[in-house]
């Protein structure tokens, strides 16, 4: 700082002794009273945002508001010890209140109260449920002697600054992963929308109001410097802390540094990932220095027409189906028949809030019209968007290329969310002429079959009502939107007759049966999709007695709003459960026997899959949206710090379905985020080998869930219709293509599915996920998503059956047969059977459907919540009682093993 | 398990040495070197005669040239390595301080140190191969907080700044100047701004610590529990550690020498009892974090008041100024910070 500083700080001390007389004074004097009505409405993309009816205050002048509903809402200005007399007027379909105050107006109703402006800072006013989808504003309460926040000069002067002295004024809050801005001028308030070019004359006095509601940001400003608050340190980044955090401070524009396009940005490397980026524009004195709004939610979309840009907006749910929900979902669906699908014209913007939802995510690119990203035009420097690691927060992105654009999440595949930009000036709602996937797959025609097969996925899992109910005696039914779409070629068809032609409609499903043989002990299945009155999250376990295929209770766990549990796994004793919450970070300990809680723990963001270690019963628990799989000693519940997936610094590895070698040596994860497989030594915590994924279609192979032979491993590519086979040391020995007997590229035609790899078989295991081997390690089983089950036969590393299953196959694990052998119980997240697999360990080829169970309860069995919606569907992990697998089924307590056969008891030979 | 992984990223660091001209890698292709050592040497003559005309009356000119660098070609690391480091005093009196840096590529980047009114001009070359998109002409850059540097220096691409892509390419340098302006000191990140995506490699050990030493001379330390102001000169040791993700990594400075030594991941801090020692913490990354030091507490910068833990978010910095007394470990207390084992030991010798 210059020699010169310590006569303004006496001039700054001398000031704040003058201003605490004048505050003391003032508070007793000067005081105004403000009768503020504001009220809430409903934007046009369905986001909600206050609108200013009136204000006026005693002490006279107050500014001009917009006179519409913005984002964020109006900034109200008052000095300390003002009085406000609010008044809320709701005027949208949902209850909304006004934080600071305590009130709650119901829709349609007026709720008032008063605020005395006690403390000098800004701070947000907010709904407590819907701040993070617009209902939040700014209220700034100065000194009363209107004194605002340092400034330092060019020269490294601190000065001081009066509200009067100020050029402009920004307020800029910070959520998910979106800045939403006004600027005040001379009293005159103009929304600025997302990520706005804010302007300004160089030397121009700014102050900024930083806000932030929800998971925090740093706010980072290039070139430009400020005393933190009322201290002498000088910054350029602040910290905004989860929850609610505010930060004022005053810059002079350009000071030192001059004229320019200044990068304002969170500093969150996710949520610079997530597009939450703007520009300050500085210009030189003489020019005009505007500030340009961003896209906004009522700009141009689809039922919307405007010149301004447009915004929509889908939140990221925990919602079985609607993991993507367009915020004005119930208006859209009547046309698109999901809420997952929004419309927009080239330009306008796409925008994700992680709104309703106790996980991280990722919001990637799935598909895109194949020029979306092309260096030479298009969007490359935000197509494919993506993000390096699962975070909280949101995400922002304009779109300009006409076609079809599919998001999902990388830790939570089956998340879509889709956007079709479509250029009015052509008939049908452009899809494009091709696709890329991220797969690697480039130029795909929309024609194709992969494309309409993928397409009627994306309608399937984002619609509850499309998912297949084994209880109802009518066909299944899925409903696809009757609309116009333009694809390869320009040709124009109804999307709904495509898709019922090329893929059928009201299928007749599959009679429910028993295996005539009975399983020995339990079948825990996560009914992951299943909803419960007593809680908002979704999510049950239902419990099947093998003996008699009869469903033995359900288990919802209000109490602590069990949030989509995954997986499984159980101690020796078979006595607890232990039980994932893969879309929270909880851990849950459940008494087997009553199905009672005994404990729910923070494990991690978005814990996966749990296994134990057959040598000291020693839990591990993979933490997919992170970097490690957590250990929790035997008998413990207290965890451990992580085994660490990948080295530091390198990018998490984010791992899914890990297993462990019956040795109890290796912990082997299938890594999601940077696709390998990784191999870790249980007793050091070291990595012994972390094997590159590869496929067929290298780019992302998305290796999810892997499988444990006597010598081998096992991986399913998810997003590569493939699967690894590697040695335990990590050497790839071999990739079986699941879909060599498929064509994606044709359009549907009786050749799409036959056998090309002239094996005599047709097998086709699309979007491959759980694939354990059996106890002896004879046999894969593998459940496709796109509904098929394959067994592969480890003698010969080939797949030889298939058999049919629903939509959504998900997950497989093996439990004992009465009198000998295994059965494989096989889950779909999109209906609500159980699938049973008689496994013919001497001829694997020979394997067959064995059963089909429903897991929907009838009201005599015993559950701890009362089932309303979704019942027994979302069938994901899945557990047998006892565990039979080799390393385990050796440590069952003696009353588990009397139910076993010898082998059984010694399956690997 | 802390040590484990500590030791493989240290281990990795002995091939990092791929532009080296002693010690050259065999995964290194010959290319890759030849090309950035031409570019280098052309751009040595015309650069010095071109900033002098602008060289400030008031502090030290630094003439600085740095590579961006690809350590091990087995991982994704990335890294800035101090080729030279000049500084020309207001006499017109030039030293090189070249030696102080470590020759290799480190994280986090070198440590550069200004005092308030010096000007530095910092070359970069781009070493990072990158053979299958070679035709992309893929920058990386220098973007640096807190000091003053106009729009041209603000390492970021034309996308962003509307002017140039401001970055090193495989063909050609970028020389940025940085202005230590009267009111900037402090502790300051730069980081790249520009690889793969508009948002940089930061994430992939593209990023160091400018200090900017006052011209007041001070520090803040607690004595007594009040905050005192003590000579910068009685500091012995400066500390840079980079609060990542998933750990700590750091660099130790000797301040009568300047020599700096890469300490890697959760590093060991030591210093002789009753010295006075500068922590400059930057955290980076996507987390938040919650750093303490049990059994010491600082200045809160910029306030007379005391505190003993302070929560930092990705790109802040905070300056901890201690006088070392009882062994302590630094740590991350957050739920996150706990699961990875983020701490590390300060051992004060007697």
């Not at chain 1, 367009?326 to 929004?342: F, V």
């Not at chain 2, 993700?245 to 020599?259: A, K, S």
């Amino acid at each position: 700082m210059k020699p010169g500083v310590p006569r303004s700080h006496i001039k700054i001390i001398m000031g704040f002794t003058l201003f605490n007389v004048l505050l003391w004074i003032s508070s007793i004097v000067l005081a105004a009273t403000h009768n503020i009505h504001l009220s809430a409405e409903t934007l046009p993309n369905g986001q909600h945002g206050y609108k200013m009816l009136s204000h006026t205050s005693s002490d006279g002048s107050t500014p001009t508001y917009p006179n519409e509903a913005t984002i964020p809402g109006p900034t109200v200005f008052v000095k300390q010890g003002d009085v406000l007399n609010v008044t809320l007027t709701n005027n949208t379909p949902l209850n909304v209140g006004l934080s600071p105050g305590s009130i709650e107006a119901t829709p349609g109703e007026t709720q008032s109260f008063t605020y005395t402006a006690n403390d000098v800072g800004t701070l947000a006013y907010y709904d407590k449920d819907s701040h993070l989808v617009g209902l939040f504003g700014a209220l700034v309460v100065d000194n009363a002697d209107g004194s605002v926040d340092n400034f330092i000069d060019e020269n490294g002067t601190i000065v001081a600054s009066k509200r009067a002295d100020l050029d402009k004024e920004f307020v800029m809050f910070m959520i998910g992963s979106t800045f939403w801005g006004a600027e005040i001028v001379n009293g005159t308030q103009m929304p600025l929308w997302t990520n706005p070019t804010l302007g300004a004359v160089k030397d121009d006095v700014v102050r900024f109001h930083i806000l932030s509601l929800g998971p925090g940001h740093t706010w980072h400003l290039h070139a430009h410097r400020w005393p933190d608050k009322a201290s002498t340190s000088i910054i350029d980044v602040k910290l905004l802390n989860d929850i609610s955090d505010s930060h004022s401070f005053t810059i002079k524009a350009g000071a030192g540094v001059g004229t320019g396009y200044w990068q304002y940005h969170c500093h969150l490397f996710s949520h610079m990932e997530a597009g939450m980026a703007g520009k300050f524009h500085v210009v030189a004195k003489g020019e005009a220095g505007n500030s340009i709004a961003g896209a906004s939610p009522s700009g141009s979309i689809f039922l919307n027409s405007s010149d301004a840009p447009g915004l929509v907006t889908f939140e990221i749910s925990d919602e079985p189906g609607q993991w993507f929900r367009s915020i004005r979902g119930d208006a859209l669906s009547p046309i698109t028949k999901t809420k997952s699908l929004e419309i927009i014209p080239p330009g306008s913007s796409v925008h994700f809030i992680m709104s309703d939802t106790n996980a991280v995510h990722t919001i990637t690119s799935l598909l895109w019209p194949s020029d979306a990203d092309d260096p030479d035009h298009g969007d490359h420097r935000a197509i494919p968007f993506n993000q390096t690691k699962a975070y909280k927060g949101g995400g922002i992105l304009k779109l300009d290329v006409p076609g079809l654009y599919v998001f999902t999440c990388k830790i939570h595949p089956y998340m879509f969310g889709a956007v079709i930009v479509d250029d009015p000036a052509t008939s049908g709602l452009d899809l494009g002429e091709s696709i890329d996937i991220i797969t690697g797959i480039n130029d795909l025609p929309t024609s194709s079959d992969l494309a309409t097969r993928l397409l009627r996925t994306f309608f399937v899992a984002t619609v509850q009502e499309n998912w297949q109910d084994y209880t109802s005696s009518k066909p299944w039914h899925p409903n696809y939107p009757s609309v116009d779409v333009r694809i390869s070629g320009g040709a124009v068809a109804n999307l709904k007759t495509v898709l019922e032609s090329r893929y059928g409609q009201d299928i007749k499903l599959a009679s429910l049966f028993n295996p005539t043989t009975p399983g020995v002990g339990e079948v825990w299945i996560n009914t992951q999709f299943e909803k419960t009155a007593g809680k908002t999250k979704p999510g049950t376990i239902t419990v099947l007695d093998a003996a008699t295929w009869k469903i033995k209770g359900k288990i919802a766990l209000p109490e602590i709003n069990m949030n989509n549990p995954h997986n499984m796994w159980s101690n020796r004793d078979q006595s607890i459960i232990f039980q994932t919450q893969w879309f929270d970070n909880k851990l849950t300990f459940i008494n087997r026997k009553d199905g009672r809680l005994i404990n729910n723990i923070q494990i991690g963001n978005t814990p996966s899959h749990v296994v134990t270690l057959p040598t000291n019963d020693d839990l591990t628990v993979a933490i997919n949206g992170e970097n490690g799989v957590r250990i929790i000693p035997a008998g413990t519940m207290v965890p451990e710090p992580m085994i660490m997936t990948q080295l530091p610094g390198q990018t998490a590895a984010g791992p899914h379905g890990h297993w462990v070698t019956p040795d109890g040596k290796l912990i082997v994860t299938p890594n999601v985020n940077t696709s390998d497989i990784g191999l870790y030594d249980t007793t050091t915590g070291g990595i012994v080998a972390r094997t590159p994924a590869g496929g067929v279609f290298p780019a992302a192979p998305h290796p999810l869930a892997v499988g444990v032979s006597v010598d081998k491993v096992y991986t399913t590519n998810l997003l590569d219709h493939s699967m690894n086979v590697s040695g335990l040391d990590g050497t790839l020995i071999k990739t079986i293509n699941l879909i060599a007997d498929y064509d994606p590229v044709s359009p549907t035609g009786p050749d799409t599915i036959k056998d090309r790899d002239g094996d005599g078989l047709v097998t086709v295991g699309v979007l491959p996920i759980q694939t354990p081997v059996d106890p002896t390690g004879r046999v894969v089983v593998t459940a496709n998503t796109g509904g098929s089950i394959t067994i592969i036969d480890t003698t010969l590393d080939k797949v030889v059956a298939m058999l049919p299953c629903d939509p959504g196959c998900h997950g497989v694990n093996f439990g004992a047969k009465l009198g000998g052998g295994y059965y494989a119980y096989v889950t779909s997240k999109f209906s609500n059977e159980l699938i049973v697999v008689d496994v013919d360990l001497n001829n694997p080829a020979n394997s067959s459907i064995a059963g089909r169970i429903s897991l929907v309860a009838d009201k005599s069995v015993p559950a701890d919540d009362q089932i309303i919606k979704l019942a027994g569907t979302g069938g994901q992990g899945v557990y047998a009682i006892p565990n039979v697998y080799n390393g385990w089924v050796q440590n069952l307590p003696d009353q588990w093993k009397a139910n076993l056969t010898a082998a059984q008891l010694e399956p690997v030979q | 398990m802390d040590l484990k992984s500590r030791a493989d990223f240290s281990a990795c660091d002995k091939n990092w040495l791929c532009v080296r001209r002693k010690n050259q890698s065999s995964h290194c292709s010959a290319e890759w070197i030849i090309l950035p050592v031409l570019i280098f040497l052309i751009s040595i003559f015309p650069y010095a005669g071109d900033v002098v005309a602008e060289q400030p009356a008031t502090g030290n000119h630094h003439h600085i040239e740095m590579f961006a660098d690809k350590p091990h070609p087995d991982y994704e690391y990335l890294a800035y390595r101090m080729v030279r480091h000049e500084v020309t005093d207001r006499n017109g009196l030039t030293t090189d301080i070249t030696s102080r840096y470590s020759a290799a590529a480190i994280i986090p980047g070198p440590t550069i140190i200004m005092d308030e009114g010096d000007v530095a001009d910092i070359t970069l070359y781009n070493q990072i191969p990158n053979p299958e998109r070679i035709e992309l002409h893929e920058n990386v850059s220098l973007h640096v907080h807190g000091v003053h540097y106009d729009i041209i220096s603000d390492g970021t691409l034309k996308y962003i700044n509307l002017v140039q892509d401001e970055g090193a390419t495989l063909v050609q340098s970028y020389t940025y100047r940085w202005n230590a302006a009267p009111g900037t000191a402090g502790t300051w990140p730069y980081h790249d701004h520009n690889m793969n995506t508009h948002n940089g490699a930061e994430d992939k050990g593209l990023f160091g610590a400018l200090i900017v030493n006052p011209a007041s001379n001070i520090a803040a330390i607690n004595q007594g529990g009040s905050s005192q102001a003590i000579s910068l000169s009685s500091i012995e040791k400066d500390y840079i550690l980079y609060i990542l993700d998933d750990t700590f990594v750091g660099t130790e400075i000797n301040r009568q020498t300047g020599q700096q030594i890469p300490i890697w991941t959760n590093p060991t801090l030591s210093a002789q009892s009753g010295s006075n020692i500068r922590l400059h913490l930057i955290a980076l990354g996507t987390n938040l974090h919650q750093f303490k030091l049990p059994g010491y507490s600082w200045p809160e910068p910029g306030t007379p008041n005391i505190i003993e833990e302070k929560a930092i978010g990705p790109l802040e910095k905070h300056v901890v100024v201690i006088q070392a007394g009882s062994n302590s470990s630094y740590m991350d207390t957050t739920f996150a910070g706990k699961a990875q084992n983020m701490i590390g030991s300060l051992n004060v010798n007697p």
